[in-house]
């Protein structure tokens, strides 16, 4: 219920982004978990080509990143949300009614560039909406997030009892539905008109070295999100011998996300700087790796409970970390390039974060506890980074609320 206030005490658009975030994922986890399934057991393709398909769509999303966040700051949030989720209407209807290469991979491009453009919108947007309570307004949205990214995943392998078809044209239905819904209610905003071209933009938040160094120091709160859905499940699964056990990675962080999110993140807003909680939030992640790395074997449902707890404390550190890095973002640069910094913080850290993933693989296939240690060393790293950015004043600092300073 107290979220449920949070949630109405913000203006119209921005909790119409909230339930746009919940569609995007649920869509998103509807489908894509099990495309590689459908194009080597459906399609017969080879996993050579099932990695092209994949890899052209992360890769066509990850580069594109810059191209949406410039078309937010100038072009306009809203269009550009509505265009992405247009976009992704499309592709993925693609993967329903195509089954050459051809016709894939050009869905995986759209399905790719369509995050591209609504990812930075959406974040440029709800910076512009939230005013001084940014932190809170991106905690909700990782509320709603993470209940997509579960409740995508359930709805998806329930529909595949049908056919691949029927799921994708579901994952469809719903981007169009939150077209016509971004269409009809999301409120038109000015837009600034920018001075320079766009070149000019890339090469002054490029030329930002404070900002860029905070991008590549984040490497590890996105490599270690990643192993929600690789090491973490993996892990239950290898504990327990019961795939099953995968489920509940994700059932433990979406009952602690919608419990403690929001409490969280009131609660750390007005005590102390928010470089100290990215810290602490990073490297509390990189400790959630060490429970996991002493599990044992086949044991039964109790042998998933180191994993489980990895998984609660990974997800305590991201509700402590991300909000704040989210409202931290757009303070390294001007307001009319807010959509640029989040696409080239996405494009960097993404970056950072695919080598991260391919050192995470690469310790699965060779030991039993190297791919933990190796996240643990991550989230700490990560931790250190920021400290040190901190410590030389790189960081911006983001006021206090009115309310909350001092009057002596």
């Known amino acids: 219920m107290r979220t449920w206030h949070e949630i109405r005490q913000f203006p119209l658009a921005v909790r119409l982004l909230l339930v746009n975030q919940l569609g995007v994922n649920t869509g998103f986890y509807l489908l894509i978990p099990y495309l590689a399934t459908h194009l080597t057991e459906n399609l017969g393709m080879s996993a050579a080509v099932v990695g092209i ?23 306009g949030a809203r269009g550009v949300i509505i265009a992405g989720c247009a976009v992704r209407t499309v592709g993925f209807a693609l993967f329903a009614l195509g089954d050459g290469l051809p016709v894939l991979l050009a869905a995986s491009v759209l399905s790719g560039l369509a995050g591209a453009l609504f990812n930075p919108a959406v974040r440029a947007y709800l910076t512009q909406e939230a005013g001084e309570r940014k932190a809170e307004a991106f905690a909700l949205f990782n509320v709603f997030a993470t209940t997509g990214a579960l409740i995508g ?22 981007f169009a539905a939150l077209t016509v819904a971004q269409a009809l209610v999301l409120p038109a905003r000015e837009v600034e008109p920018s001075k320079g071209g766009v070149l000019a933009d890339w090469r002054e938040v490029v030329g930002n070295r404070a900002f860029l ?101 990974l997800y305590l550190g991201v509700m402590i970390a991300s909000p704040f890095v989210m409202e931290l973002i757009p303070g390294f640069g001007r307001p009319e390039l807010t959509g640029t910094y989040f696409g080239i913080f996405y494009v960097v850290s993404g970056i950072a974060a695919a080598v991260g993933n391919t050192v995470v693989g690469w310790a699965m296939d060779t030991g039993e506890r190297l791919p933990w240690l190796c996240c643990a060393l991550f989230g700490l790293a990560s931790a250190g980074g920021v400290a040190w950015l901190h410590r030389r004043g790189a960081l911006p600092v983001i006021p206090a609320p009115v309310a909350e300073r001092s009057t002596v």
Do not use: C
């Not at 398909?53 to 072009?75: E, H, T, Y």
């Not at 359930?154 to 994708?168: I, K, M, N, Q, W």
């Open 53 to 75: 398909v994949l890899g052209v769509r992360n890769l066509s999303q990850q580069g594109l990143f810059i191209i949406g966040g410039s078309a937010s700051d100038r072009l």
């Open 153 to 174: 995943p359930l709805l998806g392998s329930a529909l595949l009892l049908v056919d691949f078809r029927t799921s994708a044209l579901t994952a469809a239905g719903i």
């Open 213 to 313: 160094a905070f991008a590549l120091a984040m490497v590890g709160m996105f490599t270690l999100e990643n192993q929600l859905y690789l090491l973490l499940p993996e892990g239950a699964r290898q504990a327990t011998g019961w795939e099953g056990a995968a489920g509940l990675v994700f059932l433990v962080g979406t009952v602690s996300n919608l419990a403690l999110q929001l409490r969280i993140t009131r609660s750390l807003k007005s005590r102390g700087n928010r470089a100290r909680w990215i810290a602490g939030g990073l490297a509390l992640m990189g400790l959630a790796f060490v429970p996991p790395a002493f599990a044992t074997q086949h044991t039964g449902l109790f042998a998933a409970l180191p994993v489980l707890l990895g998984t609660l404390l």
